[in-house]
């Protein structure tokens, strides 16, 4: 909701450059899609290492 406003005003003031970045807003989603996909297969495995390296914990506080 606030993005959408945000672009409303800048429509008002410069409706190129809104315009522009309407256009150009899901180009640069396609571009960065990659980078948040090997995000989360970091995230992942480094949550697998986490996991493994305080499980011994896990199992003499049980």
Do not use: Q, T
Request: hydrophobic fraction near 70%; glycine fraction near 10%.
């Amino acid at each position: 909701m606030v993005g959408f406003l945000l672009w409303l005003i800048l429509l008002l003031v410069c409706w190129p450059l809104a315009l522009l970045a309407l256009i150009l807003y899901p180009l640069i989603w396609l571009l960065l899609l990659p980078f948040r996909i090997l995000g989360f297969a970091v995230e992942g495995a480094f949550g697998i290492v986490r996991g493994l390296f305080l499980l011994p914990g896990r199992i003499l506080r049980s």
